[in-house]
């Protein structure tokens, strides 16, 4: 299983995203960008795992990377003020197709049908347990001014005891639920220890942590726009599994990104992540 390392960066003032992945490039070409993405909006809180760092933290890229060694080349780091790094394992027939497969969800993103479930959505205080909240319904509107394509939802889980069985079931109902909308997940990975001589955000204290206190698996969540996200919330259909099998998670950490880049083309837009990217 091949291994990747996923990285939250918070940049210097001075520095885009843009600028310094085509540094990155230029100082070693051989790293293989898998996912390029910038975080827009924090869903699900971290309430035990690294609250302080994740939280708090505005972040300004998303990378999932395969190198030599697991970190960003010595030129480039001099331009990350803080970084959160993960090391996952991911299976090799995700990666071998998912270059395609990504541009596929891409192209079809535009005829993904809606169900109008926000035409009568509830609309809780908070989107804590993966509803809808005041704060969404804003960043999606906020969001469709500039930006109406695909966007990327990035999972950090962490799991009770025996709730990985139960995300196992609220995965399988998930399928069906979101591919209703056009999503899919499109990249899903065990956190495994780092390597020998290398290490991840836990540092290098005492046992670094145990797998006990540790994320377990990452997901990256493909949507056709911030709305078919929305309208997934909204949904009876999705809220039925919601409350049945994922909130057995002891922690979760969810962002919404903003456009994925094209590494051969900087500009271009490809799709967001929870945390929300684009």
């Known amino acids: 299983m091949p291994l990747l390392t ?53 972040w300004d890229l998303l990378l999932l990377a395969r190198t030599s060694d697991g970190s960003l080349p010595g030129p480039a780091k001099t331009q990350v003020e803080a970084e959160y790094k993960i090391f996952v394992g991911v299976p090799s027939r995700v990666l071998n197709g998912y270059g395609s497969k990504n541009a596929k969800l891409v192209k079809t993103a535009p005829s993904a049908p809606l169900t109008g479930a926000l035409e009568k959505a509830r609309v ?13 319904l804003t960043f999606m509107d906020e969001l469709g001014k500039e930006y109406d394509g695909p966007v ?28 209703r909308r056009g999503g899919d997940a499109k990249i899903v990975g065990n956190v495994v220890a780092p390597p020998e001589g290398q290490s991840d955000a836990r540092g290098d204290g005492d046992e670094k942590r145990k797998e006990s206190g540790w994320w377990n698996e990452i997901s990256i969540v493909h949507y056709p726009s911030i709305r078919h996200f929305c309208d997934m919330l909204a949904g009876e259909d999705y809220q039925g599994i919601n409350e049945k099998y994922r909130l057995g998670v002891s922690c979760e950490f969810t962002v919404k990104d903003g456009r994925e880049m094209r590494l051969t083309r900087l500009t271009g837009a490809e799709g967001y992540f929870s945390t929300l990217h684009y």
Do not use: C
Request: aromatic fraction near 6%; charge should be negative.
């Open 6 to 58: 996923l990285h939250l960066l918070r940049l210097t003032p001075s520095t885009t995203p843009e600028t310094f992945l085509t540094q990155i490039n230029q100082v070693q070409p051989s790293i293989d960008i898998v996912v390029a993405s910038r975080p827009r909006h924090l869903v699900i809180h971290t309430e035990s795992l690294d609250p302080s760092i994740l939280n708090d933290t505005k």
């Open 124 to 136: 809780p205080s908070s989107s804590q347990n993966l509803e809808l909240s005041p704060a969404l």
């Open 152 to 179: 990327t939802m990035l999972n950090l889980l962490h799991f009770n005891e025996g709730g990985k069985g139960s995300y196992y079931q609220y995965g399988q109902g998930f399928v069906e639920v979101a591919g």
